[in-house]
């Protein structure tokens, strides 16, 4: 039986066991595919487990995967290749060897899109000069450059699927659609339809003959080549909800069920539709004609109830108007699900990149806490004894003063107690992100445990970018929801609320605080927290911002130009909020920078940015591990091989460039971005700058970047009375 080959790159070549390869099970320990493997990284032996990402900072072994059995098992059963592939293909040492293979040349202009067919064994490209150019990407060689017929620059490139490769989808900013046959060399759809820029093209595996667009009227269009009709059927209007100014920037379709839709556009808030249920209501619409009959006060719904589900990062929705007088646009520029469809990876411009989990949903983190004073043991099932909801919705089994199994620190393994005892030591040197990566780590082996994320909230209120605050909100509530005595969390909680905006909400924070904890009720912290709540509230005035009472405020009205609809109100309240974000890049300049699932099993996250340089994190604890210099202006596209630890990029300079593990004896790496913190810092000033001085930066000029230093006065909780102290007690 025929083994396919593995998709693990090295020096060598392609690493894998051939069918012509076979050899008896004692063989495999001197097989050259093993001992080649094991040259990748010393830590893979044949008698020692794989360490995983955090057991490689912190110098311990935590994985029971076996490199030895798992190259058997592949050669002796077939079934085996694929989960060998998966879980190979890209690992922690690759990563860490990733580097310039090559530059394809051979555009004239930004290359602004990049598309992998289904084999990884061609590679096309699209460019402001209005060509596609086919390459295969082994030999680094043009295969096919086509003029497209275009009038203007190509944002987006498709292979159709299950076309042989030979059916070829632009979009461009002339508005046009256009279907090319690579093998002749010609157009033979073109669909004018859309009347503004075409910013993205979708395809699905399970209907070949369809694929949909997204352009800034508004619309999602979709197109079905075996109709004998040249137009297309709109099947969103985005404009029918948010009024004539909201634009669609990008879309992805669900590899796993292609009957879900992702939408991004301008505004904070991402789209997921069902794409049946759509088809469906019109259908029935059509078949019953009364149903299409309704009077003035009503109105016939295009999309019907059920069929979409919004999801936002749960402070961008208060943080807006703020971002609007600052001319700071938020925008998701790039949108895709990972590999099993379970997540939807979203890169917001003017933002972070957020994950959101489409299995496991969670609402924002707003109104948390209960109308009055209350202990512990009157909370549960996030309902207070009155009856008012407290937002929190956790079981009442967490909800308890007794001694959780991984409530106190001395519950840690040893490992981790290294790793926690680190990270405050990062944190007494100031040194917020190392601090924050650190209790990530431990985090993610230890997710019960309450002062971990207590510590990483401190860590993020000290930082300060941008979300850092929810971020470390998030953390509190899960804190207290492991341990609801957890002193320092509360705290932390009511300032963050307060950083928020949430004024009112973070006085009743602060009562409850001094109701629970009556020995800290007047400690010089929370005198200053109590003084600074006040004085705000007192500056309020009744029409300028109180978000007290009703959470639909935040929802809506957030742009005088803006017309709204009701149901479009009542979906932004029922939005979802993130799983992880990952920050560090910036994505303010272009509104095609993309992110995507790097590996298999999307174990880890890419991004392109605005400073020339391409970010990689871990997914899980959303650590950034790499930074390499991908362009010299702007990363935009960033595509991962299907298959293989291989990179393609591109943005500004009118180049494809491949990436892939480098040898072990190749020099020195120039490409890499040692100083990984000074960069994020840099980026996060970036975001932040004036429009002027991004102007400049995008110049050439240079501009110092972020201070990392603490923040300012009323947020010093930990100089007094250890209140938000890090170290364990």
Known sequence: M????????????????????????????????????????????????VPRLSSMICGETMSAVNITSDLLHRQIRDKRALGFQRQYHVADPFIKRLGLEAELQGHSGCVNCLEWNEQG????????????????????????????????????????????????????????????????????????????????????????????????????????????????????????YCGQLIEAKCLAV??????????????????????????????????????????????RKPIPDGAGQYYVAGHLPVKLPDYNNRLRVLVATYVTFSPDGTELLVNMGGEQVYLFDLMFKQRPYTFLLPKKCQTSSEVQNGKTTNGVTNGIHLPASQLRFSDSKYSSSCDLPPHLERIKQQANDAFARQQWTQAIQLYSLGIHEASRNAMLYGNRAAAYMKRKWDGDHYDALRDCVKALSLNPSHLKAHFRLARCLFELKYVAEALECLDDFKGKFPEQAHSSACDALDKDIKAALFAKTDTSEDKKGSSSIRFHNFSRKESILEDEIVLRERSFDYKHRYCGHCNTTTDIKEANFFGSKGQYIVSGSDDGSFFIWEKETTNLVRILQGDESIVNCLQPHPSYCFLATSGIDPVVRLWNPRPESERENGRVVQDMEGAAQANQRRMNADPLEVMLLNMGYRITGLSSRGPEGSDEEDSSEGQVQCRTS
Request: proline content about 6%; overall charge positive; glycine content about 4%.
């Open 254 to 299: 669900n590899p796993r069920d292609n009957n879900y839709l992702a939408v991004g556009a301008n505004g904070p808030f991402v789209r997921l539709y069902d794409i049946r249920m759509i088809h469906n209501h019109r259908k029935s619409m059509c078949q019953n004609p009364s149903a299409g009959v309704h009077t003035f006060c009503e109105r």
């Open 121 to 240: 064994d061609l590679l096309a490209s699209g460019s402001d000069d209005q060509h596609v150019i086919v390459w295969d990407p082994f030999r680094h060689k043009k295969l096919i450059t086509m003029h497209t017929g275009h009038a203007a620059n190509i944002f987006s490139v498709k292979f159709l699927p299950h076309s042989g490769d030979r059916i070829l989808v632009t979009g461009a900013a002339d508005t046009k659609v256009h279907v090319h046959d690579l093998t002749a060399k010609e157009t033979i759809h073109m669909f004018s339809d859309h009347t503004n820029r075409v910013k993205r093209i979708a395809t699905a595996p399970m209907w070949p003959n369809t694929f949909w667009s997204a352009a800034e009227d508004g619309l999602i269009r979709q197109y079905d080549l075996r109709e004998s009709s040249k137009r297309s059927e709109v099947l969103i209007d985005l404009t029918e």
């Open 2 to 49: 025929p083994v396919p080959t593995s998709c693990i790159r090295t020096k060598t070549g392609l690493l894998g066991l051939h069918a012509s390869c076979f050899v008896e099970p004692l063989d495999i320990l001197h097989h050259p595919d093993a001992r080649r493997l094991l040259t990748l990284d010393p830590r893979y032996s044949l008698s020692r487990p």
